[in-house]
């Protein structure tokens, strides 16, 4: 493994900037090499370079292969595992700072897969993240050097999954409230709490997340919730109570009721297939 951290300013410094780099890198995994489940307090992107593996976030499990990469947020558990028949090789980019959420969202809610790009050409990126590996001191100057291949890495980015600059001025609150509710379906949300902790009036945030999407935030949530709730009762064997715990319902009854009344059979019976 090969890697470049900056550490002439503190993490501190860095959170606080626009938008920084943390660390950078390149490995050759072996087969079924793997990293995690782990919290970091910095966003990743790694590019898939050659071969294959599995990222696991959440309750998410995407397939990765020559051409992706996967987005880990800072904050969210992360999981990931070479293939043992092609592992897989990549490069990665660690950031952070005041924008590099805002930044990070604009990627992830512009793509069809929330966690993963598809079809990228890895060449410019492997480049990039090589140039930036050649740094050997930690000087100021080296500080802005290396910025500055972030800042062109993230407008390949941009460049390569299409984003539409005027489509995100006009469905950017919409779009803030849908992945707040994504990244955060989980826990026991309450759609006020929502709305106080992304600065809405909870009239406006219903309005604005139903005229673009067609379904209050609400709905929204318990749609994505139950969905969840499937994949979890058919890959795993975990009590219908810890399934609903874990979807952030307190109460496991109402949980059955919920699913019942949506798929019309209870957990229980959709784990089985006896429907």
Same mark, same amino acid.
């Given at each position: 493994?090969?890697?470049?951290?900056?550490?002439?300013?503190?993490?501190?410094?860095?959170?606080?900037?626009?938008?920084?780099?943390?660390?950078?890198?390149?490995?050759?995994?072996?087969?079924?090499?793997?990293?995690?489940?782990?919290?970091?307090?910095?966003?990743?992107?790694?590019?898939?370079?050659?071969?294959?593996?599995?990222?696991?976030?959440?309750?998410?499990?995407?397939?990765?292969?020559?051409?992706?990469?996967?987005?880990?947020?800072?904050?969210?558990?992360?999981?990931?595992?070479?293939?043992?028949?092609?592992?897989?090789?990549?490069?990665?980019?660690?950031?952070?700072?005041?924008?590099?959420?805002?930044?990070?969202?604009?990627?992830?809610?512009?793509?069809?897969?929330?966690?993963?790009?598809?079809?990228?050409?890895?060449?410019?990126?492997?480049?990039?993240?090589?140039?930036?590996?050649?740094?050997?001191?930690?000087?100021?100057?080296?500080?802005?050097?290396?910025?500055?291949?972030?800042?062109?890495?993230?407008?390949?980015?941009?460049?390569?999954?299409?984003?539409?600059?005027?489509?995100?001025?006009?469905?950017?609150?919409?779009?803030?409230?849908?992945?707040?509710?994504?990244?955060?379906?989980?826990?026991?949300?309450? *759609?006020?709490?929502?709305?106080?902790?992304?600065?809405?009036?909870?009239?406006?945030?219903?309005?604005?997340?139903?005229?673009?999407?067609?379904?209050?935030?609400?709905?929204?949530?318990?749609?994505?919730?139950?969905?969840?709730?499937?994949? *979890?009762?058919?890959?795993?064997?975990?009590?219908?109570?810890?399934?609903?715990?874990?979807?952030?319902?307190?109460?496991? *009854?109402?949980?059955?009721?919920?699913?019942?009344?949506?798929?019309?059979?209870?957990?229980?019976?959709?784990?089985?297939?006896?429907?």
């Amino acid at each position: 493994m090969r890697e470049y951290k900056e550490t002439h300013h503190s993490l501190l410094f860095k959170s606080n900037s626009d938008l920084t780099l943390y660390s950078a890198g390149h490995e050759a995994c072996s087969p079924g090499q793997n990293y995690g489940p782990r919290v970091r307090p910095y966003n990743l992107i790694h590019f898939v370079l050659r071969g294959q593996g599995e990222l696991h976030i959440g309750d998410h499990v995407f397939h990765a292969a020559s051409g992706d990469a996967f987005l880990i947020p800072a904050g969210q558990v992360a999981y990931y595992e070479a293939s043992r028949d092609e592992p897989w090789t990549y490069a990665w980019v660690c950031f952070l700072g005041i924008q590099a959420e805002n930044y990070l969202r604009h990627i992830m809610t512009s793509t069809e897969e929330i966690y993963i790009i598809r079809g990228l050409s890895a060449e410019k990126y492997e480049t990039a993240i090589l140039e930036l590996l050649t740094f050997q001191d930690d000087t100021t100057s080296s500080y802005f050097a290396v910025n500055s291949i972030l800042l062109r890495i993230m407008s390949y980015l941009f460049s390569d999954i299409a984003f539409q600059e005027q489509e995100w001025g006009r469905r950017n609150g919409a779009d803030k409230i849908r992945f707040y509710l994504d990244m955060n379906y989980f826990k026991n949300l309450k *759609l006020k709490d929502v709305a106080s902790d992304l600065g809405f009036h909870p009239h406006y945030m219903t309005r604005i997340f139903r005229e673009q999407f067609g379904i209050p935030p609400k709905q929204y949530l318990i749609e994505l919730k139950l969905k969840k709730a499937c994949g *979890l009762l058919k890959s795993t064997q975990l009590p219908v109570a810890v399934v609903a715990e874990s979807l952030g319902f307190e109460d496991a *009854l109402a949980f059955s009721k919920l699913f019942k009344k949506e798929f019309s059979v209870s957990p229980s019976a959709y784990r089985k297939g006896t429907f």
